[in-house]
């Protein structure tokens, strides 16, 4: 079964850091965009960024451009997303999602599944 | 950015009711369209691909049509477990974006 398992909830205080995980298994972690989602509380959803385990390339969204670094360790399957000062507004879900890539007729389209369960990260002084 | 747009953002239906989601692209996307169903407290999971393909073990009284910038998500017989929000997200560009949500609820 493909899936993505991330890290517990988290409450930090504003200026604190902070690296939640998000870990892959059932297929081969190397081959697939791995992105993470923001969803503030009771709003939608925010596409932050995306990493390619295999050689690390990453991008980010222009919003989250410097706000949040995304990483991920090929040698254990796990992608992570880091902030090194948070702010109260980074209180949020957090998901990752692999970015699964059609073959055929779908060679150029692309879409999210699976998720991970979500990792609520709360920032309160 | 392509913005994604949503209409209703929130309905009222009854188990069995036929109910259509609309949502538009501020751009012409081609069949770049996914749909995404997300019950509370819970991830968000794919329905629908590329506007119309059907996602493996999604029962079949969902279906999703259209292209360029309109398309539909269509659940042909609300059952109780579709109580939920649906979000559409284009993928023809980066950054990929999402619709603001549909929430759908009991009557």
Known sequence: EVQLVQSGAEV????????????GSGYSFTSYWIGWVRQMPGKGLEWMGIIYPGDSDTRYS????????????KSISTAYLQWSSLKASDTAMYYCARQFHGSGSYYNQNWFDPWGQGTLVTVSS | DIQMTQS???????????????????QSISSYLNWYQQKPGKAPK????????????????FSGSGSGTDFTLTISSLQPEDFATYYCQQSYSTPPTFGPGTKVDIK
Do not use: H, N
């Open chain 2, 46 to 61: 794919l329905l629908i691909y590329a506007a119309s393909s059907l996602q493996s073990g999604v029962p079949s009284r």
């Open chain 1, 12 to 23: 930090k205080k504003p200026g604190e850091s902070l690296k939640i995980s998000c870990k």
């Open chain 1, 62 to 73: 222009p919003s989250f451009q410097g706000q949040v670094t995304i990483s991920a360790d």
């Open chain 2, 8 to 26: 209703p953002s929130s309905l009222s239906a009854s188990v069995g009711d036929r109910v259509t989601i609309t949502c538009r692209a501020s």
